[in-house]
């Protein structure tokens, strides 16, 4: 598939470099591609790098990997038209620009609320999925827990949207578990403040949830 990915940071790259060596062919959206040209030079030059709005008409899925605070305005780039009729990964977070407190970061949003809904509210032809939000960059791509495979949770109103989500999160070594409708983002967005909290409070990073069933 052509996927293009939203932004240039950690989050981006590391979802960069696991769709391109499942073999799709990838975009990078940025508003400075100077970002992002001596890590392109470090793969080969095996993205192509361009404008928000160029990489949202080229990518027949689309990754939303931007700052939360920052995710509208990207979405707003990337143009509505473009984005119509797209799966839209949300791998954002609420994250404020408040300093975390005892390890434990704030949301500009509240409970009720998720930004997950917002932007689909505000992008309503586009079929926005909640996913890869709870877990650093390092780890989203065959995160390497031996035979257990951690559990990526996922929200969003269109099943079929979720379905294919589904299948990618499982060539990247997750097991998937739909939550339900965008609303259910309001439960997963937090899980980033608790994933947070022992990397902030001793230095940990190296760990995912896992839901067990019985």
Known sequence: MRIGILGSGSVARSLA???INQGHDIMMGTRDSNKLRD???SIDNKVNIGSFE??????????????GTAAESALNLATGSALS??????????????????????FFTDINKSLMETLQE??????????????????????????IKPTMFIAGNSAKAKEEVRKILDSFGWEAEDMGGAEAARAIEPLCILWCIPGFSRNE?????KLLKK
């Open 205 to 209: 990073w190296s760990h995912a949830f």
């Open 122 to 147: 505000k992008f309503p032809e586009s079929h926005f999925v909640k996913a890869f939000s709870s877990v650093g960059a390092g780890l989203m791509v065959n995160p390497g827990f031996g035979n």
């Open 39 to 41: 890590w392109s030079n």
């Open 85 to 106: 009729g797209k799966i839209i990964i949300d791998a954002t977070n609420p994250i404020s620009e408040v300093p975390p407190q005892n390890g434990v970061l704030q």
């Open 54 to 67: 160029q990489a949202a008409k080229y990518g027949e899925i689309i990754i939303l990997a931007v700052k």
């Open 17 to 19: 470099g696991g769709f």
